[in-house]
């Protein structure tokens, strides 16, 4: 008997050994499975069940003036998260904290109770919110709340050229302005990081992200001036103010680079905490605002017909008040008849029926390609979002009364911007350069990524054209209409302008709604500044004279002593480009007659007997009409005819 009971325990033990190393083999096996074949597919499925993936970007580049003045940083915030699963009284909790985060109640609770183990509740808050938050949750031993660190966008200046600027949403993305057509240069960094959590899925973010200065955006330098920029604004706020404007933009150009100095609109905004506003006051109004210009397109106009020859700065116009065109009557804005007037007149005091006369002369096919030479009808290409092209119309589709029209600045529309790099053709001696914001960028080593250079277009009109032009309009702020922006001891040109507003649908006008404007620049013996004053539907009192230019005067006084340009002793001459020496008024070109033909001279301005001697010197017949002094010849001067060709000359005054 003991030895069978022998036997069978011997034949146990010997079937439990053999379990036991068949144990220790599979169990030795699976190890092996796992450590060598199926180690990276379990660690990845460990990892997904204690740990969350979070994308987290790095500070975007800092944006300065191109002093060096901070306008747009990054720093550090904190987010708040919450772990639903964690979250024991979601109405009290949600009471609390809409308060301090100004959220709907009902919106936190439905985060609270979303399920899960990780939702945002609000994400960059400012540091007294975060504050107090904290101190809550240790009050009141809240479980299931906690922050994340992340870099947020500030504007130190708050609603300083807000937008030029624009702003960045919380996942990093420019929205509007710079910010969003610099995104992909200035952004930081995008981190996808393991956050590791707890068995209760609570995720631990202490040590989750650390930023490296070398990973963060590119820093851009920009062509506005603070210092600039705050005259425009604290100007652009009074002149709101004073004439009740619901609309406004202001720029500043330096004519001879192209580079903006100050760009500023109003309404306007705080791109700290963009979401409390509108479209409306997002817009950037000096790219993305189509406007009749009226009288500063005048300018572009007189420089066409010096350019071509089709006027002279003595010539003399006859005004009745008003002029016919087409059927249509237009008439000069004060109601007045100025009679004999030099073309010098005409633009001092924005005489309609004269710039008429000259848009006739010039035609729509060449006033428009003049319109086009100095930039209307296109975008500048400026590194900002949202710019309009303004419009022209194709002349061949233009009736009398339309060139007519848009002579005095209707029948076109244009932007602010385009304005002002027109005018500034005029200042810099007649090249249409391209308009930039951006002076350059750099590394975060500080080393130089790229400038932005000057870039010139065309020569749209002659140095002599433009200086004397500038003469002209220099009388326009000193004698003229925009004596209001006469700045004592200064010598500026400039050219006031007042339509009436278009309807938003484009299709007529608005009754009884203007736009007053007034473009300008200086001093004209060597121009540093253009400026455009944009005043859209003003209260009351709507004439850019009136209105607009003495805010220029304002901003064209302090830009001055900005950039230390000391003022000029009393009586000093005014010389137009002094430092090129060059002849203020334009001498008339010499027209050679081909063989048996004689060019037809001016008379105009003259007498009878002076206007008959003038004729008989080159074998003309005149026919007189009338007494006084010579205001019309029924051939124009300059044009080629036979000799003995008569030619009528009415004369008024007497």
């Given at each position: 008997?003991?030895?069978?009971?022998?036997?069978?325990?011997?034949?146990?033990?010997?079937?439990?050994?053999?379990?036991?190393?068949?144990?220790?083999?599979?169990?030795?096996?699976?190890?092996?499975?796992?450590?060598?074949?199926?180690?990276?597919?379990?660690?990845?499925?460990?990892?997904?069940?204690?740990?969350?993936?979070?994308?987290?970007?790095?500070?975007?580049?800092?944006?300065?003036?191109?002093?060096?003045?901070?306008?747009?940083?990054?720093?550090?915030?904190?987010?708040?998260?919450?772990?639903?699963?964690?979250?024991?009284?979601?109405?009290?909790?949600?009471?609390?904290?809409?308060?301090?985060?100004?959220?709907?109640?009902?919106?936190?609770?439905?985060?609270?109770?979303?399920?899960?183990?990780?939702?945002?509740?609000?994400?960059?808050?400012?540091?007294?919110?975060?504050?107090?938050?904290?101190?809550?949750?240790?009050?009141?031993?809240?479980?299931?709340?906690?922050?994340?660190?992340?870099?947020?966008?500030?504007?130190?200046?708050?609603?300083?050229?807000?937008?030029?600027?624009?702003?960045?949403?919380?996942?990093?993305?420019?929205?509007?302005?710079?910010?969003?057509?610099?995104?992909?240069?200035?952004?930081?960094?995008?981190?996808?990081?393991?956050?590791?959590?707890?068995?209760?899925?609570?995720?631990?973010?202490?040590?989750?992200?650390?930023?490296?200065?070398?990973?963060?955006?590119?820093?851009?330098?920009?062509?506005?001036?603070?210092?600039?920029?705050?005259?425009?604004?604290?100007?652009?706020?009074?002149?709101?103010?004073?004439?009740?404007?619901?609309?406004?933009?202001?720029?500043?150009?330096?004519?001879?680079?192209?580079?903006?100095?100050?760009?500023?609109?109003?309404?306007?905004?705080?791109?700290?905490?963009?979401?409390?506003?509108?479209?409306?006051?997002?817009?950037?109004?000096?790219?993305?605002?189509?406007?009749?210009?009226?009288?500063?397109?005048?300018?572009?106009?007189?420089?066409?017909?010096?350019?071509?020859?089709?006027?002279?700065?003595?010539?003399?116009?006859?005004?009745?008040?008003?002029?016919?065109?087409?059927?249509?009557?237009?008439?000069?804005?004060?109601?007045?008849?100025?009679g004999n007037v030099s073309f010098i007149e005409i633009i001092k005091e924005s005489i309609n029926t004269g710039f008429v006369q000259i848009g006739m002369r010039l035609g729509a096919y060449k006033m428009t390609e003049y319109a086009k030479a100095f930039g209307f009808g296109q975008?500048?290409?400026?590194?900002?979002?949202?710019?309009?092209?303004?419009?022209?119309?194709?002349?061949?589709?233009?009736?009398?009364?339309?060139?007519?029209?848009?002579?005095?600045?209707?029948?076109?529309?244009?932007?602010?911007?385009?304005?002002?790099?027109?005018?500034?053709?005029?200042?810099?001696?007649?090249?249409?350069?391209?308009?930039?914001?951006?002076?350059?960028?750099?590394?975060?080593?500080?080393?130089?990524?790229?400038?932005?250079?000057?870039?010139?277009?065309?020569?749209?009109?002659?140095?002599?054209?433009?200086?004397?032009?500038?003469?002209?309009?220099?009388?326009?702020?000193?004698?003229?209409?925009?004596?209001?922006?006469?700045?004592?001891?200064?010598?500026?040109?400039?050219?006031?302008?007042?339509?009436?507003?278009?309807?938003?649908?484009?299709?007529?006008?608005?009754?009884?709604?203007?736009?007053?404007?007034?473009?300008?620049?200086?001093?004209?013996?060597?121009?540093?500044?253009?400026?455009?004053?944009?005043?859209?539907?003003?209260?009351?009192?709507?004439?850019?004279?009136?209105?607009?230019?003495?805010?220029?005067?304002?901003?064209?006084?302090?830009?001055?002593?900005?950039?230390?340009?000391?003022?000029?002793?009393?009586?000093?001459?005014?010389?137009?480009?002094?430092?090129?020496?060059?002849?203020?008024?334009?001498?008339?070109?010499?027209?050679?007659?081909?063989?048996?033909?004689?060019?037809?001279?001016?008379?105009?301005?003259?007498?009878?007997?002076?206007?008959?001697?003038?004729?008989?010197?080159?074998?003309?017949?005149?026919?007189?009409?009338?007494?006084?002094?010579?205001?019309?010849?029924?051939?124009?001067?300059?044009?080629?005819?036979?000799?003995?060709?008569?030619?009528?000359?009415?004369?008024?005054?007497?």
């Amino acid at each position: 008997m003991i030895t069978k009971k022998k036997v069978r325990i011997e034949k146990r033990i010997v079937f439990f050994l053999s379990a036991l190393m068949l144990a220790i083999f599979l169990v030795a096996g699976r190890i092996a499975w796992i450590q060598f074949i199926d180690g990276k597919n379990m660690v990845s499925k460990i990892a997904t069940q204690l740990s969350e993936s979070k994308a987290l970007y790095s500070p975007r580049g800092t944006i300065y003036d191109r002093n060096g003045r901070e306008l747009a940083i990054s720093s550090m915030t904190k987010s708040l998260y919450a772990n639903p699963s964690e979250i024991k009284d979601a109405d009290q909790i949600s009471e609390k904290l809409a308060i301090l985060l100004e959220m709907n109640p009902a919106d936190i609770k439905t985060k609270l109770t979303a399920g899960g183990q990780f939702i945002w509740i609000k994400r960059m808050l400012e540091p007294v919110v975060s504050e107090k938050i904290q101190a809550l949750i240790k009050q009141d031993d809240i479980k299931g709340l906690a922050f994340v660190e992340e870099s947020k966008r500030y504007y130190p200046n708050d609603t300083l050229a807000a937008q030029v600027l624009g702003f960045v949403g919380t996942d990093d993305i420019g929205l509007d302005g710079l910010e969003m057509t610099l995104d992909k240069i200035i952004k930081g960094n995008l981190f996808k990081q393991l956050i590791d959590t707890d068995s209760h899925g609570i995720p631990i973010f202490k040590s989750i992200f650390t930023f490296s200065p070398n990973k963060q955006g590119k820093n851009v330098y920009l062509t506005l001036d603070s210092g600039i920029q705050f005259i425009v604004e604290q100007s652009l706020d009074k002149a709101v103010a004073t004439t009740g404007a619901k609309g406004a933009s202001v720029i500043v150009m330096n004519p001879h680079t192209g580079e903006i100095l100050a760009m500023a609109n109003r309404p306007t905004y705080n791109p700290n905490q963009f979401y409390k506003y509108t479209d409306n006051e997002w817009k950037n109004r000096a790219v993305a605002y189509n406007y009749e210009p009226g009288s500063t397109f005048k300018s572009v106009v007189a420089a066409a017909a010096l350019q071509e020859g089709k006027a002279y700065p003595e010539e003399i116009f006859v005004d009745k008040g008003y002029v016919e065109v087409s059927g249509r009557r237009i008439q000069n804005w004060s109601g007045d008849a100025y009679g004999n007037v030099s073309f010098i007149e005409i633009i001092k005091e924005s005489i309609n029926t004269g710039f008429v006369q000259i848009g006739m002369r010039l035609g729509a096919y060449k006033m428009t390609e003049y319109a086009k030479a100095f930039g209307f009808g296109q975008a500048t290409g400026i590194e900002l979002p949202g710019e309009e092209e303004g419009l022209l119309f194709d002349p061949k589709d233009m009736r009398d009364s339309d060139t007519a029209t848009m002579a005095i600045g209707q029948s076109i529309a244009v932007t602010p911007l385009q304005l002002v790099r027109a005018v500034g053709a005029i200042a810099n001696g007649g090249v249409l350069l391209k308009p930039h914001i951006i002076k350059e960028i750099r590394n975060v080593d500080g080393s130089l990524d790229r400038e932005i250079a000057v870039e010139s277009l065309r020569q749209v009109i002659t140095p002599e054209t433009a200086r004397t032009l500038t003469g002209m309009m220099e009388k326009v702020v000193s004698e003229g209409g925009g004596i209001k922006a006469k700045v004592k001891g200064y010598h500026f040109a400039g050219k006031t302008g007042t339509a009436e507003k278009l309807k938003d649908s484009g299709s007529g006008y608005s009754a009884g709604r203007y736009v007053a404007s007034f473009v300008g620049f200086g001093p004209v013996e060597d121009p540093q500044v253009v400026v455009l004053v944009v005043l859209d539907d003003p209260y009351g009192v709507y004439y850019g004279g009136q209105i607009a230019a003495p805010v220029a005067g304002d901003i064209l006084g302090q830009i001055m002593r900005h950039l230390n340009i000391r003022p000029q002793p009393a009586n000093e001459p005014v010389v137009p480009n002094a430092q090129k020496q060059a002849p203020v008024i334009m001498e008339k070109p010499v027209i050679q007659a081909p063989a048996g033909k004689v060019v037809v001279p001016n008379v105009l301005g003259m007498s009878m007997r002076e206007a008959g001697e003038s004729f008989n010197k080159v074998g003309l017949a005149i026919v007189p009409m009338g007494t006084g002094i010579a205001v019309r010849q029924s051939i124009p001067m300059n044009t080629i005819v036979d000799p003995s060709t008569e030619i009528a000359v009415i004369f008024e005054g007497q």
